[in-house]
């Protein structure tokens, strides 16, 4: 369904749009260019016609990216290159189906279009309120010679990396048993590989590490996204986008192939959970995920080219979507009184929401009832205060008492709850993708937010049903990871999607200066925020001795424009991102120290004030390190020096005059 917030700006199709791609000698094994060759007739002119349709090449091309598609003697393969780099070399391209044909190992083109797009859409929330949506795409019909089904491959080429796409076009079923998408990177590449909440492990391709147990899927697999620093300097983000009726895609080395990562479709849920699923069925005509590739020629503009997932995901199926609103929320402890203060610290605090987490509605593996709070808790009288002062609610649920969704989610509706945060939501089968949209789908239907927690994995759902607003699916803040970990993820976890973090400001287990905890808010895109996680208000009686706490005030989850301003996966990152005039910059650093020099060109005209909290004289563990405020004014020609302590960070507020 179309929204307001998705409208074309302009849409072009390219000459020779019918037409199958002209013969070319291929070039490691890659052909280029577009439109078909005019093919002789009769017996010679048959076999010259066949020849073209088993050695060929096309490619999409968009503003020094490029993605080409090639058969070569009738293999099908794909390779991108951004600005004459090689991104993923010559690459093998396929699906297998469930009686053993497989899609892609001898097969004719029977035809092709190429289609140019460029308009602009606003979403509900997100990075940058305007999102900019130019591609170009390569279609490609084929059919295998064996079997005689038909299929295609679409690619796409943006300014900001490529993608690619089977799509089944016979009419019918079709049962998959696995897809045959293979990543060669170039020599020398090195990735950040990381499997469920473990830490990122830099490693060759062909090194996954093996994991899994018995009752999970097992090999060297790693989850998505997975980024990958090539030698010559480019970073690039392995995604996937628009997964509809299809199980979870983790990647895997590939034994005796060095650089080589390939498909892995998700036979388990990820953490081993309800049945196994080898196969999928699928009606057709049907169209499978998108396999995305975020391109940046430094790692910066990496994290600038995210909306690229967006981009590729469905459209809006919400008509109204006003109700819906990202925010900072306050997890409360289990009893009436501590939801009331709650309300009164968001209220102190500028949160605009407060949840109750697990326990709330007992033991939550146990108590598979999840309409009835615990004694200690008078939950009308909290929602009857919270919302009488401007505050929503949230409630936690396990899966496991999920078993009526929308009877659960219509009574949550009828006492007034603003959203719902869902444990254990453990997906990779297709079954549980079918569950996760249709979660999606029903919280919608009741008005209700979705943060989504545990092993999930993002794949541009929240475009399409903007009140999916949050998921974890990362190693997340409340492990006290190290620096380096979170000056990973910027350029990896949240390349693909938001990503609840749930910052700890000021706590004694951190292994980070509370500046860096306070940069996160910038740093990260998280429009759904949990702030003081572990901490009670009164923790906070005293603002005099948090200094920070203005900051987390004023910082928005939303926003207006975004920019990556410096970075270095695992070593450092400064973002800014603007909300009306104002701008808020997060800088922070692994456990080296260092000093930024950030250009603020991007400031507007003017003179600015610049709030800035920054680390103080470190101290014996990073988390006693001081919270230094200071002000200066500022112009769009200051370099600002920003100073960081080990493990530390900096926040700063830039405010017009």
């Not at 010259?48 to 050695?55: G, I, Q, V």
């Not at 059919?143 to 038909?150: K, L, Y």
């Not at 699928?282 to 981009?311: H, K, Q, Y």
Request: aromatic letters at 8%.
């Amino acid at each position: 369904m179309r929204t307001s917030q998705d409208r074309d700006e302009s849409t072009t199709r390219g000459a020779g749009d019918s037409a199958a791609p002209s013969r070319r000698r291929i070039l490691k094994g890659t052909a280029v260019g577009a439109g078909w060759a005019a093919l002789g007739t009769g017996a010679a002119g048959t076999a010259h016609a066949e020849e073209a349709r088993r050695s060929c090449g096309v490619s999409a091309r968009m503003a020094g990216t490029s993605i080409s598609l090639s058969l070569v003697n009738g293999a099908l393969h794909w390779s991108a290159e951004h600005h004459g780099r090689t991104v993923v070399d010559t690459s093998a391209l396929g699906l297998r189906l469930s009686d053993g044909t497989v899609l892609g190992e001898d097969v004719t083109v029977t035809g092709g279009r190429r289609e140019n797009v460029h308009r602009v859409w606003s979403p509900v929330y997100g990075r940058d309120a305007r999102v900019v949506d130019h591609y170009q795409e390569q279609r490609w019909d084929l059919r295998d010679r064996r079997s005689g089904v038909r299929f295609g491959v679409r690619v796409r080429a943006y300014r900001t990396g490529v993608a690619l796409r089977y799509v089944l076009l016979d009419k019918g079923t079709v049962t998959i048993a696995d897809e045959l998408t293979t990543f060669v990177f170039p020599d020398a590449t090195m990735v950040y590989s990381a499997r469920d909440e473990n830490a990122y492990e830099r490693v060759a391709p062909e090194a996954i590490p093996v994991t899994g147990t018995a009752g999970t899927d097992t090999g060297p697999l790693t989850d998505l996204p997975l980024t990958a620093t090539l030698a010559d300097g480019l970073i690039a983000c392995v995604c996937e986008s628009s997964r509809v009726n299809f199980p979870r895609l983790m990647l895997s080395s590939v034994p005796g192939q060095p650089n080589t990562l390939s498909a892995f479709l998700m036979e388990h849920t990820a953490r081993g959970t309800g049945p196994v699923e080898p196969t999928t069925t699928v009606t057709t005509p049907f169209a499978t995920p998108w396999r995305a590739v975020v391109i940046g020629s430094t790692d910066a503009e990496l994290v600038d080219n995210a909306e690229l997932v967006l981009n590729l995901a469905p459209e809006s199926a919400l008509d109204d979507t006003s109700w819906i609103k990202p925010g900072k929320v306050f997890r409360c402890e289990l009893s009436t009184a501590a939801g009331t203060t709650g309300v009164d610290f968001a209220v102190a605090r500028g949160l605009q929401y407060i949840e109750y987490d697990a326990g709330w509605y007992g033991p939550e593996f146990s108590t598979l009832d999840a309409t009835k709070p615990i004694a200690a808790i008078d939950l009308p009288s909290v929602i009857s205060y919270a919302t009488s002062h401007g505050i929503g609610v949230f409630l936690y649920v396990n899966r496991l008492a999920l078993t009526d969704a929308d009877a659960l989610f219509g009574l949550y509706r009828s006492w007034g709850i603003a959203g719902i945060k869902l444990g254990f939501i453990n997906d990779g089968t297709r079954s549980m993708t079918d569950q996760i949209v249709e979660w999606a789908a029903t919280a919608a239907k009741y008005g209700l937010l979705i943060d989504m927690h545990d092993d999930v994995r993002p794949f541009g759902l929240e475009r399409t049903y903007p009140n999916y607003v949050s998921l974890e699916g990362v190693r997340g803040n409340e492990q006290f990871p190290t620096a380096t970990h979170n000056v990973t993820l910027p350029f990896a976890r949240n390349v693909g999607g938001p990503m609840d973090y749930t910052i700890c400001y000021g706590q004694s287990r951190n292994k980070t200066t509370n500046a860096h905890q306070m940069a996160m808010a910038a740093v990260y895109y998280q429009p759904l925020n949990f702030l003081f996680w572990y901490d009670k208000p009164s923790k906070y009686n005293n603002p005099a001795n948090w200094p920070g706490l203005p900051w987390f005030h004023s910082v928005p989850t939303t926003w207006d424009e975004s920019r990556t301003l410096a970075g270095s996966i695992g070593e450092y990152v400064a973002v800014a991102r603007r909300s009306g005039a104002t701008w808020y910059l997060g800088a922070m650093t692994n456990e080296t120290s260092r000093t930024l020099s950030l250009p603020l060109s991007f400031l507007g005209s003017g003179t600015y004030t610049a709030t800035v909290y920054s680390d103080g004289t470190p101290g014996t563990n990073p988390y006693q390190t001081p919270v230094v405020v200071s002000t200066l004014s500022v112009t769009s020609e200051t370099t600002l020096a920003v100073p960081m302590a080990p493990a530390g960070g900096q926040a700063i507020v830039l405010r017009p005059n």
